[in-house]
């Protein structure tokens, strides 16, 4: 039997999985994240042998946080991972000896939700991530859009007022304020700010960081669920000019802090609502959490690998 590897490369960790032909995960693989972008081959190649058990590759999908050139298999360039024009694909074809596809993580994210998750049957997806930064991709007809190539880098349209600089060097882009590193600075300041209140409690043993703060709210701290309300609403504002350039027929949001769910989705909607354009005559498009959760980035990178394998055949 031949193994479908999908492999995630994020800004924090390196995500493996073998999956079936349905996209179910049968057995994962994860590490740190290669500090350097030009062992970003190597660091895949040392999965696909646990992965493998012994059978030969019948397709290896990669998605990495950034732009990469789909065309080419280039990983490009990106804020949370290390690299300059890295040819991913030829150095990883050359190492694991089978055919390999490259592509954004975002984009390998949203075609697993639009294949076999929460965008199933919509015609125009957009799909958006919410954790180290935002990360975006459209699948529209069945088909990721790409645009010249990079298309789907919703996280540095310049939407918010500038105030602070942005991992990729700019200021006033939307993710500065909508998310986790906005979520981590908001909760910084309240708890210099109020440095009793409940929030400073919860994390009193935890760092100030993204998952520690979700966690706190799903437990039902106030201060916390304040927090991502605040970040949800900046998001809201933002998603609201998407969809006026788009006009999707659903939008899928995931990622790490997308992940928990209604406290986050609920101030999305209402940001949403209120600032779009013509809301009276133009109702909201369909506005979900994703349901393949950490994996859905490796299980599209896999599942994108098998269409393209098949239809080059």
């Given at each position: 039997m031949s193994a479908i590897i999908g492999v995630d490369i994020g800004g924090t960790k390196l995500l493996a999985v073998r999956i079936d032909s349905a996209g179910s995960v049968?057995?994962?693989?994860?590490?740190d994240k290669p500090d350097d972008g030009s062992m970003m081959a190597t660091a895949?190649?040392?999965a696909v042998p646990e992965l493998c058990g012994g059978d030969p590759i019948g397709a290896l999908g990669v998605g990495v946080a950034g732009l990469v050139d789909h065309k080419t298999g280039t990983f490009v360039w990106g804020p949370h991972v290390d690299g300059v024009n890295v040819s991913l694909r030829d150095e990883l074809e050359s190492v694991v000896g089978s055919r390999v596809t490259v592509d954004n993580d975002?984009?390998?994210t949203a075609f697993a939700e639009h294949?076999?998750?929460?965008?199933?049957?919509?015609?125009?997806?957009?799909?958006?991530?919410?954790?180290?930064?935002?990360?975006?991709?459209?699948?529209?007809?069945g088909e990721i859009y790409r645009g010249r190539g990079f298309a789907g880098e919703f996280g540095h349209a310049r939407l918010a007022r500038g105030d602070h600089q942005c991992e990729c060097g700019q200021r006033g882009c939307w993710e500065t304020e909508a998310a986790g590193?906005?979520?981590?600075?908001?909760?910084?300041?309240l708890i210099e700010s109020d440095p009793h209140g409940s929030l400073a409690g919860a994390l009193e043993t935890r760092p100030v960081a993204g998952p520690a703060i979700?966690?706190?709210?799903?437990?039902?701290?106030?201060q916390a669920i304040a927090l991502i309300a605040q970040v949800g609403e900046a998001f809201g504002h933002g998603l609201a000019s998407v969809i006026t350039m788009f006009d999707p027929d659903r939008i899928v949001i995931g990622g790490g802090l997308g992940s928990i769910g209604e406290l986050l989705l609920d101030p999305i909607r209402r940001s949403t609502g209120a600032a779009r354009y013509a809301g009276a005559h133009n109702p909201l498009p369909t506005i979900v959490g994703a349901e393949l959760g950490e994996h859905a980035g490796a299980i599209g990178a896999g599942l994108l690998a098998v269409e393209e394998r098949a239809a080059d055949e």
């Open positions: 049968a057995q994962e693989y994860r590490t895949i190649a040392n975002a984009n390998v294949r076999i998750g929460a965008g199933r049957g919509s015609s125009a997806m957009l799909m958006l991530t919410l954790g180290t930064g935002i990360g975006g991709a459209m699948v529209f007809g590193p906005a979520l981590e600075r908001l909760a910084r300041e979700s966690a706190a709210a799903v437990a039902g701290d106030p």
